[in-house]
């Protein structure tokens, strides 16, 4: 019972970061804005692992689809979801599911923290490239509906290219906060 409450409270809390962290946004004339969701997403599957990340990124997903101002820029509901940006709201499911399980693994197998760094940060990337790639067709295909023809790669320099170097920033500070974050709650409770 007390493995389940401490589940459902880092769960919560989770989500509660990645909801605080899309709030911080710098807007792009794209309409994508560059936020700390990326951060937030691998920040808490790197510390919670495979089950608790995803079902912490699930929970403010469906927060956000049920109204509550959890996207970015405090906008929430099914046109959130399911408009030109929801593609990447989705995409951070593979996220988290790609980093958790990598973390998973690393910490079965024992790795020393000073080589957990790098495999984990690189299962990040991997994440955050998948999630690149499903919110990208997304766009791309909202976008086509309207009937403006845009070339792929206007879209990638839309809805890729801006955002690279602020995703590894963010993914380095990931890394550096999830690993000692987890070793501590992990002493305690896991």
């Known amino acids: 019972m007390k493995n389940k409450s401490f589940d459902l409270a880092y769960i919560a809390i989770a989500a ?22 990326t951060f937030g997403v691998c920040t808490a599957a790197g510390i919670l692992g495979f089950k608790r990340g995803t079902a912490a990124t699930a929970v403010y997903i469906v927060l956000g689809l049920i109204g509550m101002p959890v996207y ?5 509901g099914p046109a959130t979801l399911f408009g030109n940006t929801g593609g990447y709201i989705i995409g951070f499911i593979f996220t988290a599911m790609i980093t958790g399980i990598a ?10 923290y000073k080589k957990e760094r790098f495999p984990l940060f690189m299962a990040m990337c991997s994440g955050v490239l998948i999630c690149y790639a499903f919110g990208t067709l997304w766009f791309a295909t909202v976008w086509a509906k309207s ?32 690993l000692p974050v987890k070793r501590f709650i992990k002493k305690y409770t896991f």
């Open 103 to 112: 973390s998973d693994f690393l910490d079965k197998e024992g790795v020393k």
């Open 16 to 37: 509660a970061l990645i909801s605080i962290c899309s709030w911080i946004t710098i807007p792009l004339p794209s309409g994508i804005p560059v936020t700390l969701q």
């Open 147 to 178: 009937g403006d023809a845009v070339a792929i790669s206007t879209i990638l320099g839309w809805c890729v290219l801006p955002y690279i170097i602020p995703d590894i920033i963010k993914l380095i500070l990931a890394v550096f906060i999830s």
């Open 72 to 76: 970015s820029a405090f906008r929430s």
